[in-house]
């Protein structure tokens, strides 16, 4: 446990903060999860709308340093591969 003021501030700072990357983590893989069962459901409305929802969703992950950038454009390079493949 820190003993110094700056140290106890330290400590529920991150706390926050990882929280809050523990949400944003898990709202993504939702995403990404209600995706892939449009696409193996073969449902291309469906599918769309989940494309658009997972798309935005690793681009806020980016934005708030979730994801590195390449990393969130290779999921989304595969998101179109897999949403093309259905047509």
Do not use: C
């Amino acid at each position: 446990m820190p003993n110094i003021k700056s140290a106890k501030k330290r400590v529920k700072v991150i706390a926050t903060k990882t929280l809050r990357n523990k949400m944003l983590k898990s709202q993504l893989n939702t995403a990404i999860k209600k995706f892939k069962a449009a696409v193996e459901a073969g449902d291309k409305g469906a599918a769309q709308v989940a494309y658009v929802a997972a798309v935005k969703k690793v681009d806020q992950a980016v934005a708030k340093g979730i994801l590195h950038k390449n990393n969130a454009a290779h999921k989304k390079s595969q998101f179109t591969l897999m949403y093309n493949k259905m047509a």
